[in-house]
Every structure is written in C-alpha cells, then in structure tokens.
Nanobody, 120 residues
Framework: QVQLVESGGGWVQPGGSLRLSCAASGFTVSSHGMSWFRQAPGKERELVAGISSVRALTNYENFAKGRFTISRDDAKNVMYLQMNNLKPEDTATYYC?????????????WGQGTQVTVSA
C-alpha cells in the first residue's frame, strides 16, 4: 500500500526553524520525483521545493531559496524539508507529493499534510 506520512510541523516563532519529514511506504523515494507543497488558509496550494529521482537535483520557489533545504535519505526512504528563518507568511499546511512517470502513465501520491504555524 502506497503511503506518505508527513511529520515535524508545529508552532515556531519568527526566525525559528523546523524540519519536516515525509516517510514513504509502498514505493521508494529515490524512484520518484518528490516535492513539498504548502497551502495557507484561503489560498491555493503552491510548490515549495522539489527533488528529482535521478541525481537528486533540487529546485526551489523564490520564497524558499536560501531558507529551505529539501533532501532525502534513500536508506530510510524519507524526504525532508529543513526550514530556517521562518516567517509568519510561511504559516500553512505542508504536503509532500510523489510522482512517477512511466510507460503505463503517471502515478502521483499525496500525504495528509502537517501544519506549520509561525507567530510571535
């Protein structure tokens, strides 16, 4: 059974840090394009960062560059998002996503989300 489970969210003061984890089961993170999205109340879900299956190439949205780091641990089958210098506007539910494109089509999976709240 394919499953993604996020953890690590919580409340933090502005300038603080959190590390989110996305544990995968039923597939390997190294064989899928993995990414983090977030959705704030009343706003659309937006991409935060992604990491490719081959060579683990990373990409970031502008607001995440220099503050967030996406990574994965293939041995543990977990993806991470290290978030530093958090701002109130980073408050959102953070989701991980896995995508694999093959000859039989595109498979994508979402986690249930973890809440991040940044406030004084």
């Amino acid at each position: 059974q394919v499953q993604l489970v996020e953890s690590g969210g919580g409340w933090v003061q502005p300038g603080g840090s959190l590390r989110l984890s996305c544990a995968a089961s039923g597939f390997t993170v190294s064989s899928h394009g993995m990414s983090w999205f977030r959705q704030a109340p009343g706003k659309e879900r937006e991409l935060v960062a992604g990491i490719s299956s081959v060579r683990a190439l990373t990409n970031y949205e502008n607001f995440a560059k220099g503050r967030f780091t996406i990574s994965r641990d293939d041995a543990k089958n977990v993806m991470y998002l290290q978030m530093n210098n958090l701002k109130p506007e980073d408050t959102a539910t953070y989701y991980c996503k896995a995508v694999k494109v093959s000859d039989s089509g595109t498979a994508q999976y979402w986690g249930q989300g973890t809440q991040v709240t940044v406030s004084a």
